[in-house]
């Protein structure tokens, strides 16, 4: 079993910056996918990034490249995710996800466990 926690939500102006965090627990993380989802009203669940636990290989989807950051903190079990030049459409609740394999999948069903979500407005 392994439970996520998320922290670090809130309310930004367009063009500000926040950073999510991630606290993994139940288990060393290694050999693992750890993903960041987000989900806005009235749409469906869309991946933002992912990491490779053991390697550090990131990927991102197109929206976000070059603006979101995923790390992670291997002495601390934690991910992060940097969000830079927030937009209106990045609004949405921002969930990570515990994927019991290495490599990174996009698809929100290949994930194992979910943190409950955090919040994120970025109001114009």
């Known amino acids: 079993q392994v439970q996520l926690v998320e922290s670090g939500g809130g309310l930004v102006q367009v063009g500000g910056s926040l950073r999510l965090s991630c606290a993994a627990s139940?288990?060393?993380?290694?050999?693992?996918?750890l993903g960041w989802f987000r989900q806005a009203p009235g749409k469906e669940r869309e991946f933002v990034a992912g990491i490779s636990w053991s390697v550090g290989f990131t990927h991102y989807s197109d929206s976000v490249k070059g603006r979101f950051t995923i790390s992670r903190d291997n002495a601390k079990n934690t991910l992060t995710l940097q969000m830079n030049s927030l937009k209106p459409e990045d609004t949405a609740v921002y969930s990570c996800a515990y994927r019991n394999r290495e490599m990174i999948a996009t698809m929100a069903g290949a994930y194992d466990y979910w943190g409950q979500g955090t919040q994120v407005t970025v109001s114009s």
């Open positions: 139940g288990r060393t993380l290694s050999r693992e996918a």
